[in-house]
Nanobody, 122 residues
C-alpha cells in the first residue's frame, strides 16, 4: 500500500510563495511519475504539474512560469514550488502517483494524498 502525505500549505498574500511537499511510502517511488492537482470549492479537480521518473516536467498553462515541480528520489519526496501566487490559485492541492510518463489525466494516477489547503489573499 502506498501512502502519500502532503504538507506546506497555508495562507499567503498575492505575489507570495509557498513550497508544497509530498512524502511517499514504498521502495519503488523512483520509477513512477508524480503529479500535483488542485480542487477549488465548487470546481472539478484539475491538473497542475507532473514529473516523470527521469525528471521530465509538464505544467498546466495556468501555472507555467510560476510553479516548479521537482523530486528527490533519495527522500521519496516530490515538491511544488509556487511563486507569484494569485487568488485564483486558492484550492486544496493533492499529490498523486502516476505511471511511467508524466500526464495530466486524473485517471492515470492511482494513489492520492489527503490534500493540503492553499489560500491566497488579495
Amino acid at each position: 500500500q502506498v501512502q502519500l502525505v502532503e504538507s506546506g500549505g497555508g495562507l499567503v498574500q498575492a505575489g507570495g510563495s509557498l513550497r508544497l511537499s509530498c512524502a511517499a511510502s514504498g521502495r519503488t517511488f523512483s520509477i513512477y511519475a508524480m503529479g500535483w492537482f488542485r480542487q477549488a470549492p465548487g470546481k472539478e479537480r484539475e491538473f497542475v504539474a507532473a514529473i516523470s521518473w527521469n525528471s521530465g516536467t509538464f505544467y498546466a498553462d495556468s501555472v507555467k512560469g510560476r510553479f516548479t515541480i521537482s523530486r528527490d528520489n533519495a527522500k521519496n519526496t516530490v515538491y511544488l514550488q509556487m511563486n507569484s501566487l494569485k487568488p485564483e490559485d486558492t484550492a486544496v492541492y493533492y499529490c498523486a502517483r502516476g505511471g511511467v510518463t508524466a500526464t495530466s489525466g486524473l485517471r492515470d494516477y492511482d494513489y492520492w494524498g489527503q490534500g493540503t489547503q492553499v489560500t491566497v489573499s488579495s
